[in-house]
């Protein structure tokens, strides 16, 4: 078998730098490059293209939210939750929904369920939240079951790329960045608009790329490979046509990146804590190989938004009160 020649074979940067460079803005990649730049090259074994292939569907086959996945993720951004936005935020996005405990609401990209226990807490309202990871849907209903919420913050596990509908009519519906690695982005639309009651509610965050052109640069097909599920972001403009096309009157629409990218700092500012508690655990170092993981998942998910070419959307629509749905009711 030949070998070959691999700049990723050469010397790399211990985790403590890494994680420091990270968190002190520093471009840990340019780092590495330099670091690169004063090593040999080092042969390594190329793989039959057979096997190769093999590798790659298994990895496609894989819950991408893996157990040391999850434990990071709470680590970072709080119990139950898998992303940016804790408690406040959720309740201070959610205030324009004017929530109550005689209203049912609806979640896309539920998660481990953290957002719809907030809203259950502050609101009292019924959540059913749909997740596509299986192993997010299992660890979440076990977060809902000790918080004595598992009747009022239900999650359900769905195929987004497969979806015949939803079950019930809802009075509100919330969808939290779970749209943009979804193909068919209206057709969901469509679902989520005939299970939505007359003069109903729906908040949408989502990540939305600046303009078309976009998915051509490098920078974007670079941070695209490294997303946990392949990512399809379109316009707001072209969100927004979407949601008019389909009875939904769009109340607010704006760009709240900046605010994003603040959340992701002030969590990822806790890192190195993070990085001393785990390296006192047993199994430490996976759990420490995982938070770098992370780590530079979410550098990459920030300088697209810092460039501007990636934005993320906050979008309030209401469901016109008479008319025809433009599904039927099953």
């Not at 496609?60 to 804790?86: L, N, R």
């Not at 969100?239 to 009875?247: A, E, S």
Request: overall charge negative.
């Amino acid at each position: 078998m030949a070998a070959k020649k691999n700049k990723s074979a050469k010397g790399k940067m211990g985790l403590g730098l890494r994680l420091k460079a990270w968190w002190e803005g520093y471009d840990a990649d340019e780092i590495q490059k330099r670091i690169d730049a004063r090593l040999p090259d080092e042969p390594v074994e190329e793989k039959p293209k057979k096997e190769a292939a093999e590798e790659t569907k298994s990895n496609e086959d894989i819950d991408p939210w893996s157990d040391e996945v999850v434990d990071i993720a709470q680590y970072i951004w709080g119990k139950g939750f898998c992303g940016p936005g804790g408690p406040e935020y959720i309740i201070s996005l959610s205030k324009l929904l004017a929530l109550s405990p005689e209203m049912s609401m609806m979640q896309i990209g539920a998660g481990l369920g953290g957002p719809a226990r907030v809203l259950v807490d502050r609101f009292g309202v019924w959540m059913t939240g749909y997740e596509e990871s299986e192993n997010l849907v299992g660890k979440g209903r076990q977060l809902s079951k000790m918080a004595g919420l598992e009747k009022k913050a239900v999650l359900e596990q769905y195929n987004p790329d497969d979806i015949e509908g939803f079950d019930r009519k809802f009075d509100r519906a919330l969808s939290k960045e779970a749209l943009f690695t979804i193909n068919d982005k209206r057709g969901v639309i469509e679902k989520i608009e005939d299970k939505l009651k007359p003069g109903g509610l729906f908040l949408m965050t989502e990540y939305m790329i600046d303009n078309d052109s976009v998915p051509g640069k490098d920078r974007y097909k670079e941070w695209a490979v490294g997303e946990r599920n392949h990512p399809c972001p379109i316009t707001a403009d072209d969100m927004v046509g979407i949601l008019k096309d389909n009875r939904l009157q769009v109340r607010v629409s704006e760009d709240i990146s900046m605010q994003y990218i603040d959340m992701i700092n002030q969590a990822w500012a806790g890192a190195d804590a993070v990085a001393a508690k785990l390296a006192k655990q047993e199994d430490g170092a996976m759990m420490i190989q995982t938070l770098m993981r992370e780590a530079e998942f979410w550098t990459r998910r920030k300088k697209m938004l810092e460039s501007g070419d990636l934005k993320l959307w906050r979008i309030v629509a209401n469901k016109k009160s008479t008319g025809p749905s433009m599904m039927s009711d099953w």
